[in-house]
């Protein structure tokens, strides 16, 4: 049980990590002047999307989604809007904490929304993917203790690992080296995903190191 729901999680990282390759590669190809760096606004929502889109289809393909109590279907109309509302609340929340962190608040602000979007969907999607509209279990997971599944765990790392990324890409802002990636919020979203990279790969291999100490209360 253990191996079959490590090799699934390690695909699906694997799945992830292919697009937001792909997400970098495939508009290079086509699209004049694409770089992360000269066109940093778009790659990053090349990113976000594909990040977005991927996910959801490979978690319900993979039947890692929560199933729906009810089958009408105006429950499930009911859970896709509470699910977009989330999304969007969630971009506003990482916006407001971004500008309680130093970034312009009316300048530049087209840029600080734009990364809290790509916060939003390395994070708070993966959240909706694993867990549902259901903000008491979030609660659950983000506590001591709180993981049931590795599913679970492999949520807690990876929005951990996005979260530092991102807060430590910002400390070459200030300094006076005058590079290109100092650009607002250039740095602060290449941490983002370097840490969400580096948490899709850690997760497997952590838990399954550790999975003889890893004990999951019944759901």
Request: charged letters at 10%; a positive charge.
């Amino acid at each position: 049980m253990w191996d079959h729901e490590i090799r699934a999680m390690a695909s699906t990282n694997a799945i992830i990590v292919a697009s937001m390759f792909m997400a970098t590669v495939i508009p290079a190809v086509l699209v004049p002047d694409f770089s992360v760096y000269g066109t940093h606004l778009l790659w990053l929502y090349s990113v976000s999307g594909t990040v977005t889109a991927v996910s959801v289809a490979v978690f319900w393909l993979l039947g890692i989604t929560p199933p729906t109590k009810k089958h009408t279907l105006g429950y499930k109309l009911s859970r896709l809007f509470r699910s977009c509302l989330y999304f969007f609340l969630s971009c506003l929340f990482f916006h407001t904490v971004v500008v309680l962190y130093g970034a312009p608040l009316i300048e530049s602000a087209l840029e600080t929304f734009s990364l809290a979007v790509l916060l939003t969907s390395l994070t708070t999607l993966r959240c909706l993917c694993v867990l549902g509209p259901n903000v008491q279990a979030w609660i659950r997971v983000f506590s001591r203790h709180g993981a049931m599944s590795v599913w679970d765990t492999c949520l807690q790392i990876t929005v951990a690992c996005t979260v530092v990324g991102a807060w430590v890409g910002a400390f070459p802002i200030p300094l006076d080296w005058d590079r290109p990636w100092q650009v607002w919020p250039v740095s602060c979203s290449l941490g983002a995903m370097i840490g969400f990279l580096t948490g899709l790969v850690a997760a497997p291999a952590w838990i399954h190191y550790h999975r003889k100490q890893l004990t999951y209360k019944c759901k």
